[in-house]
């Protein structure tokens, strides 16, 4: 078996992966041979569209849910865990903006959502799929992972209003660097992708002229596509490419610097 024949059979979840970053990732996923479990909050028949678009050998199922509710992750968890015979590596992807509100606007209805979207989901899915990533690690002798979406937004700040959607993803990328200590023991690795601007629905708010000024903030002038961050999950997923990276934060971001 080569390294790029690593994937074949493992049994991956990955949050939000109806759209954009998500779905990219698991078709990559589920190309290299991977049994793939896709989730997103649409019905299951609004996400056949979805499933129609793995052409590939792997094998996918979809699951329905609201990761901002803690028992809905624990559902999401077991299903996918049932399906999947298991759970070898998890990506938790699903999250956004949430919307934008200055300090001055945000209430705690916003206040919840934000913080349910990005780091309920993160800490509830995990905690979750902990027993299954753990005897994973045990029977196949190799590490299991957990990979995380963060931000380039965790170490500059966010854009306009979204100070808890900036703050919500630094969250996430320090959550994993204290679950390294804790599980590293249980042979769990945790990193996090932390995309620049990517061209996907959470910029759909943005008109050409803002476009254009992020664009001069990234040294490769343009937005990233979701493809091209797709391949970092593949590489943190595979043990036989990074079985001896934990703890990391991969910034694929087109040169978009930040203090
Ligand atoms: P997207 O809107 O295309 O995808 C979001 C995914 O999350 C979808 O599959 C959606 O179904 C799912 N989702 C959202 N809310 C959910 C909920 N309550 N319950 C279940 N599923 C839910 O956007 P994207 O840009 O691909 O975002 C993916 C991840 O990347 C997010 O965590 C986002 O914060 C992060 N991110 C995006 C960028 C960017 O520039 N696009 C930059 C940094 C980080």
């Known amino acids: 078996m080569t390294m790029f024949d ?5 049994k991956i979840l990955v949050t939000g992966s109806t759209a954009g970053i998500g779905l990219e990732a698991a078709k990559l996923l589920a190309g290299a041979g991977a049994k793939v479990a896709i989730h997103g909050s649409r019905s299951p028949e609004a996400a056949q569209s979805v499933l129609e678009q793995f052409t590939s050998d792997g094998e996918v199922a979809y699951f329905q849910a609201d990761v901002c509710s803690s028992a809905e992750c624990k ?3 077991e299903a996918a865990a049932d399906y999947l015979g298991g759970i070898d590596v998890l990506v938790n992807n699903a999250g956004g903006l949430g919307g934008r509100n200055g300090l001055e606007s945000i209430d705690d209805d916003f206040f919840d959502k934000v913080v349910d979207l990005n780091i309920r989901s993160v800490v509830m899915v995990t905690k979750y799929a902990i027993p299954f990533l ?5 029977e196949s002798g190799e590490t299991s992972s957990v990979i995380s979406t ?6 500059e700040g966010g854009g306009p209003g979204a100070s808890l959607y900036g703050g919500s993803k630094a969250m996430v990328h ?9 599980f590293t023991k249980d042979n769990i690795r945790f990193n996090t992708v ?24 990234i040294a ?7 493809e091209e961050v797709a391949s970092a ?21 087109g040169g978009q610097m930040c203090p």
């Not at 932390?194 to 903030?217: C, L, V, Y």
């Not at 997923?237 to 990391?248: C, E, K, N, P, W």
């Open 194 to 217: 932390a995309p620049g601007t990517i061209d996907t629905a959470f910029h759909e708010d943005k008109d050409q002229g803002t476009r254009d000024k992020i664009s001069g903030t």
């Open 174 to 182: 320090n959550l994993h660097r204290n679950w390294v200590k804790e």
């Open 75 to 77: 559902d999401l968890v």
């Open 6 to 10: 690593d994937l074949k059979g493992k």
């Open 134 to 138: 753990r005897r994973s690690a045990e």
């Open 233 to 253: 999950y593949v590489y943190l997923a595979s043990h036989a490419m990074s079985g001896y990276v934990t703890g990391q934060v991969l910034d694929v971001n």
């Open 220 to 226: 490769m002038g343009r937005f990233g596509t979701s």
């Open 150 to 155: 963060g931000s380039i937004a965790a170490r």
